[in-house]
């Protein structure tokens, strides 16, 4: 198994990235080589066999903990949307998110 | 340079004492932080006005008399991963360049109730994803041992701020050896505690399964006053576990003995590495521990799943850095998609935006059972392989890394090799095992780093291992020549 061209394009879209550089073919290269030679690195793990294994999420057998349903007070709004990049009236500004003729 | 004593519980007494107060030690390592830290580039932020004030308000609670805690007044730094209010924290990234919390980390806060005084926040592999320290937005670290050297990574500022003298003691944190692993390069001692131990309430997340506060100190003995003002439980962190918090300073006392298991893959590394390890073996079974040889062949698989699960984790938790409510954005955006894409991958290093697509590949719909979940059955076996290996044994030992400190660029050219920096420490985080890293010997002028894991919750044990160990070797006492 390995990553091609297709798959990375696909990858990048689902993680929100783009190459930024100008040379954006030699970035490719290097990037599915990356990738390549980490997944040979995880395919190490087909060695073992998993069969009947439960898989593990976490190190620890925990129930998640539950506080009172009581009114709390929260952060500081202010406080909490002080470096915001752009504001108005306490929403974050963006491009209009919703397009006429959407192009997606 | 070594005026002043360098171990916490010798600071504290110099303090208590009024040999020096706080407010001239503090001036201290921040004229040494000044003098010498651009050989090192090991803070992204000095507090040199907070830190004078809180010095000042140590000395006066000194003064005062009654519940002088325990670090009162004494100087450490923190790596840049955990919030401080008021104070940028950046994770060495361009993506939180700037970025002010409105709120301390549960361990900022711990430590600034016990009277710790902060020095400013220290360089890093960028989120936490790296093994060198190279990986920074602010600028590689370099070892102080040598400087055309590594200090390790992820907490290469703390331990290269720390092996210099720029403070007294650091905090770091470890998700695949990013503490244990710059401790070994730097000749420092590192405690990554049992998963859940310490809250990880405000320090940013890379791992949120594998990711733990640690120490890095000069000794087991400050290893364990530190830890004690950092573990415990946090509501506000809900894998944070409610369990008592031991006394970790009478757990220093000298061990019964111990059944000591060394790991034979963990030997795997250089002549030198090998060579200290099996002398420190000798070291501790004259005084009175008893040594057996044993193969974890799941652990030692333990790197191809953790490359899937943190990747897996980290695409996840970094899915927040889109450019919309804090942190970097780019300019002119085009649309929504534009802005969230282009802030992302203007202000993201190449090693995160790697691990972000191999994390989004093993989650993707047709690789997920034979990527992820394996992985996750794969991390069951190794915890039961460890747990079957306790039954047998109470700490297993190997070496920390491969070989001593490395050049800045050498593994820069396959991430893959980079990777393996990790290769010992990686399965105690999988399994949420305790772990130390002591300093075990000298090759070529670099130091070496011997590792302990202990089963959950045993980090007292390990303690007391560590402690005895540097009761009879002098390892940890070494420091760099800085003139």
Redesign the interface.
């Known amino acids: 198994?390995s990553?091609d061209v297709t798959?990375?394009e696909?990858?990048?879209r689902?993680?929100?990235?783009?190459?930024?550089a100008d040379d954006t073919s030699q970035a490719q290269k290097r990037?599915l080589k990356?990738?390549n030679?980490?997944?040979?690195?995880?395919?190490?793990?087909?060695?073992?066999d998993?069969k009947g294994?439960?898989?593990?999420?976490?190190?620890?057998d925990?129930v998640?903990?539950l506080?009172e349903d009581k009114v709390q007070t929260s952060?500081?709004r202010e406080?909490?949307?002080?470096?915001?990049?752009?504001l108005r009236d306490g929403f974050?500004t963006?491009?209009?998110?919703v397009?006429e003729d959407s192009e997606? | 340079m070594s005026e002043i004593p360098s171990s916490l519980s010798a600071l504290s007494r110099y303090l208590a004492t009024s040999k020096i107060s706080s407010v001239e030690l503090t001036e201290t390592f921040l004229s040494r932080i000044r003098e010498y830290d651009s050989r090192y580039n090991s803070f992204i932020t000095v507090t040199e006005e907070s830190a004078r004030s809180a010095a000042k308000e140590a000395d006066s609670i000194r003064a005062r008399g009654n519940n002088v805690p325990a670090l009162c007044g004494i100087p450490i730094a923190h790596k840049d991963l955990f919030c401080t209010r008021g104070v940028n924290t950046t994770c060495a990234s361009r993506m939180l360049e700037g970025y002010v919390p409105p709120f301390d980390a549960t361990v900022v806060e711990r430590l600034k109730t016990h009277g710790a005084v902060m020095l400013g926040k220290t360089n890093m592999d960028e989120f936490a994803m790296g093994s060198s320290n190279e990986h920074s937005a602010f600028g590689a670290v370099r070892n102080p041992w040598d400087t055309d050297r590594v200090p390790g990574g992820s907490s290469g500022g703390s331990a290269a701020a720390l092996a210099a003298g720029l403070c007294a003691a650091a905090t770091a944190t470890d998700t695949g050896g990013s503490a244990r692993q710059p401790a070994a390069l730097c000749g420092l001692t590192a405690l990554k505690p049992s998963y859940g131990r310490i809250s990880r309430y405000g320090m940013i997340a890379f791992a949120s399964s594998l990711d733990q506060a640690s120490t890095l100190t000069r000794s087991a003995e400050d290893a364990a006053w530190l830890l004690s003002a950092m573990a415990g439980s946090d509501e506000r962190d809900s894998t944070c576990v409610d369990v008592p918090v031991d006394d970790y300073r009478a757990a220093l006392n000298n061990p019964s003995a111990m059944r000591l298991g060394v790991v034979n893959d963990w030997l795997d590394a250089d002549q030198a590495s090998a060579t200290a390890i099996e002398d420190a073996l000798l070291v501790l079974e004259k005084a009175g521990h008893k040594i057996t040889r044993i193969d974890l062949p799941r652990v030692a698989l333990g790197i191809s799943a953790y490359y899937v699960l943190a990747c897996a984790e980290c695409a996840s938790n970094l899915a927040r850095y889109d450019g919309v409510r804090y942190g970097y954005r780019c300019q002119d955006a085009r649309s929504i998609e534009d802005l969230m894409v282009r802030s992302r991958s203007e202000s993201l290093g190449a090693e995160v935006q790697r691990r972000i697509l191999i994390g989004t590949f093993v989650l993707s719909s047709g690789y997920y059972d034979a990527y992820y979940r394996k992985a996750q059955q794969l991390r069951r076996l190794i915890c039961e392989e460890f747990k079957k290996a306790f039954e047998d044994v109470d700490i297993l030992i190997g070496a920390t890394t491969t070989g001593v400190a490395f050049r800045l660029g050498e593994k820069s050219a396959s991430p893959t090799e980079m990777y393996r920096e990790d290769l010992y420490t990686i399965p105690a985080n999988l399994a949420g095992l305790p772990a130390m890293s002591v300093p075990v010997g000298m090759s070529s002028g670099l130091p070496l780093g011997m590792h302990l894991v202990a089963p959950y919750l045993e980090e007292g044990r390990l303690l007391a291992l560590a402690n005895q160990f540097q009761q009879v070797s002098d390892w940890h006492t070494r420091t760099p020549a800085i003139s």
């Open positions: 198994m990553i798959v990375l696909k990858l990048m689902l993680a929100y990235l783009a190459p930024v990037a990356n990738l030679e980490a997944l040979s690195l995880i395919q190490q793990m087909n060695a073992v998993t294994v439960e898989p593990m999420a976490h190190p620890l925990i998640q903990p506080r952060v500081d406080a909490l949307q002080k470096g915001a990049p752009e974050y963006v491009p209009r998110v397009e997606r």
